[in-house]
């Protein structure tokens, strides 16, 4: 397997990427011009840190982070819930990430130190395996992600419900990548040129998802894979798209992304959940952005079944995460980055979350390198 | 005897006394133990010595390449290895949760007896204690360790100068990497195993060139990234590493990729990293490889005139800061 990876992190190949993004970079200097690219999934985030691949950008190419955490954008209202049921003594079960995201006033870790059943999970199916293991007690799922995670989570439910267990519940913040970006690209306040397309997302809803933005905004749009050279190519295809001023859908990873994405994932997804509204941490709420549990499953919906009645929790008001995930500030233009806000005492999401854009630059980035 | 350690056990009446002289004196009563008196009584050639304490509570107790009973010899042989020192004696202090299988128990103390011999140093004191259930994690280790400064190794960071040069012992990673997939239950083929052993011999191999050597460290909890960073902090110089030297297990790797960790951040229990002048470091890497513990030894970076910062230089040309990481490693949501 890591003999398969190393092919996408080849120097060679990196430097042949670095030339001609220069090159692209003259032209656009000739022409004038500046653009900006949005990476819009934090795994892109991460990698791009990870791999110093700012670095190979010439200035008149600008690359922005967008919404794509999931941990980053979830509400403290949601963390409160959580922490709520894991009082009430249930077992929360949740990805790591999701453990020192501050609530309205203290965070799943804490809560966990303090005496709350908090564990660990690398996969919705761990949920299952500890509801059978704790048959007194119900285990409460939470189920946050976009795309890539519902799918899978979906798969989880499905299979609670086939084999008849019935203390598992979930409680969702599930949110969809297509409503966000049309919110962010509407907005007059923020210039996005290219979109660098994520790449599990694009796995479930396909590449031609991102077609709109092409077509009627003139955003150029590459699905791009998460390795270096993956990211690296999809930066070049964006800008030839942006100098040729002709924006269109070009799926890059198609070694695991279709066009129409995976249907039997689509469909399941279908069959448990409807689009609803959706409150994005730092963003508002956006239309449709959200999926939640068709009534006919809400005995499943931990807040349904607890009668808990969820707020959007308090966020400190000096933390600027929103402009972050907007695109609008790079992570150190905050005043409480490093500071204040500091992996160590995350005061806002964006610091908490490895695919944070505050904690990538924090760990990899600080200052530049 | 009972298969299992019972609360009677700590009590100090005969099952104590039974357990002490089947599972203690039988492995380790050669020495000073041997009558188990209140204190062992060491002779030193040496005026200077090193002394170092450190307490073990993995989980699981038992992992792919060893167990808490090796890890508890390796750590605090380690350390004093890496302080400069001949590791000598050590002290061996267990907590034992009532109910620990006594078959366990043995094994672990089995692995204690083979890495001190392994390590040269003898187990000359010790003390169990035994708790109720569920009030330790099957069994908790503690270990001090005397060794004797080896003559010549003057490690200081004042020392350090621009140009010198970063060297890794071996695979990075491994054991924390091994913990890990044995706590979760990951069943991978070829997947990682712990690199539990000394770094003893690696020190002793070089101590001729010791005046040239400026510091050694073993990256157990917070991996390299946090040795490098304590190498920098407040220094006038930093350090610049590069991604396609540093060694790592492929089985190791394989797992860090599925998971999203970083293998800075990941301890190892078998590895050494130093800090010495350019004028030694091909001698110094010749004689680790020659070792088995140091056959994938690198020269991994070098002294820069960046104050206070780790560079990474990585697999592709980019680069960037290598920070420490900042609390328990987390699976990444997706």
Known sequence: ?369 | MNDCVLLGHGGGGRLSHQLIEQEIVARFGQGPLQTLPDAATLELDSRRICFTTDSFVVHPLEFPGGNIGDLAVHGTVNDLAVSGARPRWLSLGLILEEGLPLATLRRVLDSVQRAAEQCEVAVVTGDTKVVRRGQCDGLYINTSGIGEAIPGFALSLSRVGLGDCILVSGPLGDHGAAVLSAREGFQMQNGPLSDSRPVHRLVQSVADLAADIRFMRDPTRGGLATVLNEMTAGQSYGIRIRARDLPFSPGTNALAEMLGLDLLHVASEGCLVLLCAESVAAAILARWQALPEGVDARAIGRVTDQAGRVILETAIGGQRVVDVPSGELLPRIC
Not at chain 1, 34 to 61: N, Q
Not at chain 1, 213 to 225: D, F, K, N, R, S
Not at chain 1, 277 to 298: H, K, M, N, Q
Request: net charge neutral.
């Open chain 1, 1 to 369: 397997m890591t003999r398969y990876i190393e092919g996408f992190r080849k120097m060679d190949a990196a430097s042949h990427f670095r030339t001609t993004l220069a090159e692209q970079g003259r032209q656009l200097a000739e022409q004038g011009r500046s653009i900006h690219l949005m990476e819009v999934c934090g795994s892109h985030t991460m990698a791009i840190a990870r791999f110093g691949i700012r670095d190979f950008l010439p200035a008149a190419i600008s690359l922005v982070s967008g919404p794509g955490c999931p941990v980053c954008v979830t509400d403290p209202g949601y963390i409160d819930a959580a922490i709520t049921l894991a009082g009430q003594g249930k077992i929360i079960a949740t990805f790591g990430d999701m453990l020192r995201v501050p609530g309205s006033r203290t965070s799943l870790a804490e809560a966990r130190a303090a005496g709350g059943r908090v564990e660990v999970c690398y996969s919705p199916l761990t949920a299952i395996e500890l509801a059978r293991n704790h048959p007194e007690t119900e285990v409460v799922f939470l189920a946050v992600g976009f795309e890539t995670t519902i799918a899978p989570v979906v798969a989880m439910l499905d299979a609670v419900i086939r084999q008849a267990i019935d203390n598992v519940s979930l409680l969702t913040a599930f949110k969809r990548v297509p409503p966000a970006l049309s919110a962010l690209i509407a907005d007059p306040e923020i210039q996005i040129d290219g979109l660098l397309c994520p790449a599990h997302v694009s796995a479930i809803i396909g590449a031609d998802a991102y077609r709109p933005y092409a077509e009627q905004y003139g955003v150029a749009c590459v699905v791009a894979g998460f390795e270096p050279l993956d990211i690296l190519y999809g930066l070049q295809g964006l800008t030839q798209q942006l100098l040729e001023n002709r924006p269109h859908v070009d799926n890059q990873y198609g070694r695991v992304v279709k066009a129409e994405g995976n249907r039997q994932a689509q469909r399941l997804m279908e069959h448990y959940l409807l689009p609803a509204d959706a409150s994005w941490r730092g963003l508002g709420t956006i239309p449709a952005s959200g999926l939640v549990l068709r009534p006919e499953f809400a005995r499943f919906d931990a807040v349904h079944r607890h009668g808990i009645l969820p707020t959007p929790g308090r966020i400190n008001p000096r933390c600027q995460c929103g402009e972050v995930l907007k695109g609008k500030i790079r992570p150190a233009q905050c005043p409480l980055f490093g500071v204040a806000c500091h992996p160590d005492k995350p005061l806002g999401p964006c610091m908490v979350s490895s695919e944070g854009s505050c904690a990538a630059d924090f760990k990899y980035a600080r200052g530049g390198a």
